[in-house]
């Protein structure tokens, strides 16, 4: 929540200014309607400085559809609001041919109806100084994107995984001894997943950021690639949680030795993962023995003869535990990828651990 909160802050105070100089500006020069500069600011704002270059080119691209075909219905059709209407949807369908973006798109409608606003003024003349209008607020938006300091993803990303790491491995100790509340259980998952989107698009954004200096660049692409694992980790635990959910009654009729070893081979894996996270933050001393070594390994193979014998015994049903058993297997692989790249990276990064102060 306190995330979201400082996101939507950032995002505020970015437009809100950039609204406040495209005003400023388009006052200060003289244009009729400084209203329209401050709409395309609005528009233009990106939540990187790397967006911002990305998306200029097609803004202004969508400016200039959206100015020119107006200008030249105003010529032929005049400006009717059924005429207006028309030529919105004209400039729709041009923006999604070319495969503009949605926010694009909205700036190119703005333009419209910019241009098409009833008007004393020669329409050349009042397209271009709309068009001038629109163009000042974009470029505002790029102003405050360039000079506003930029949100720190890398520590955003990192203890958002942390936090939803933590979640899903409490949750998960809690289901596995049939001590969670269902209908709570449900909420949690879906706040869960909530989450994960977040974080995938936390790391799309880091991934953008630029890198200038050319000795931190291969820092930097490790720790991407340590990054993008920690994800597919995280999800794979969450993949067990969704699964001992699904299967949460029928595990407590089975009987208690397959339930003994599900938690025992269970409670291995979280505390390998529990370990990992807290060695790559350098929680845990550098020369421990145990550091990234050394991890107690969960016993599939056991496991999985454990519910074989189950089979033996008559049990009836016991086929639809063994997806879980592969996805237990399947979080053990990605834990053991995880665990080499996060020994590679503190190998040739010994002095950069991936800690960082614990607010954002």
């Known amino acids: 929540m306190k995330d979201d909160v400082m996101k939507l802050g950032a995002r505020m105070l970015k437009t809100g200014l950039a609204v406040a100089i495209a005003l400023y500006a388009a006052t200060f020069i003289g244009f009729p309607s400084p209203v329209f500069a401050g709409i395309a600011a609005v528009f233009a704002i990106q939540p990187s400085i790397y967006r911002s270059f990305q998306t200029i080119l097609e803004q202004l691209q969508a400016n200039i559809i959206g100015v020119s075909i107006a200008t030249i219905i105003v010529f032929t059709l005049g400006n009717d609001p059924f005429v207006i209407g028309f030529t919105t949807i004209l400039v729709i369908g041009i923006c999604m041919y070319i495969k503009l973006s949605e926010g694009t798109i909205s700036l190119a409608i703005v333009a419209v109806i910019a241009v098409m606003e009833s008007t004393d003024m020669e329409v050349i003349q009042f397209a271009l100084m709309r068009f001038s209008s629109l163009t000042l607020g974009i470029f505002s938006a790029f102003l405050v994107n360039l000079l506003f300091l930029p949100p720190k993803y890398e520590t955003k990303l990192f203890h958002k995984i942390d936090r939803t790491t933590s979640d899903v491995l409490q949750w998960l100790r809690i289901t596995t001894r049939h001590l969670s509340d269902d209908p709570a259980l449900k909420g949690e998952i879906t706040r869960i997943q909530n989450e994960i989107s977040y974080i995938d698009q936390t790391y799309l954004l880091f ?32 993949d067990v949680l969704k699964a001992f959910h699904q299967l949460d009654e029928r595990i407590e009729s089975i009987p208690t030795m ?89 190998q040739y990064h010994q002095d950069e651990q991936l800690s960082f102060s614990q607010k954002d």
Not at 208 to 236: D, G, H, P
Not at 315 to 334: C, G, N, T, V
């Open 207 to 238: 991934t953008e950021e630029r890198t200038y200096l050319k000795k931190n660049r291969l820092s930097k692409a490790r720790k991407l690639i340590v990054f993008r694992q920690m994800i597919a980790t995280t999800k794979k635990s969450f």
């Open 258 to 346: 397959f339930q003994t070893a599900l938690i025992q081979e269970l409670d291995k894996v979280i505390h390998s993962h529990e370990r990992l996270l807290l060695s790559s933050m350098g929680r845990i001393r550098k020369h421990h023995k145990e550091t990234l070594q050394d991890i107690t390994e969960p016993d599939i193979p056991h496991l999985v003869e454990t519910l074989i014998q189950v089979y033996q015994e008559g049990e009836k049903d016991r086929l639809i535990f063994l997806p879980l058993a592969s996805r237990l297997m399947e979080y053990q692989h990605h834990l053991d990828h995880l665990q080499t790249l996060l020994k590679s990276y503190q």
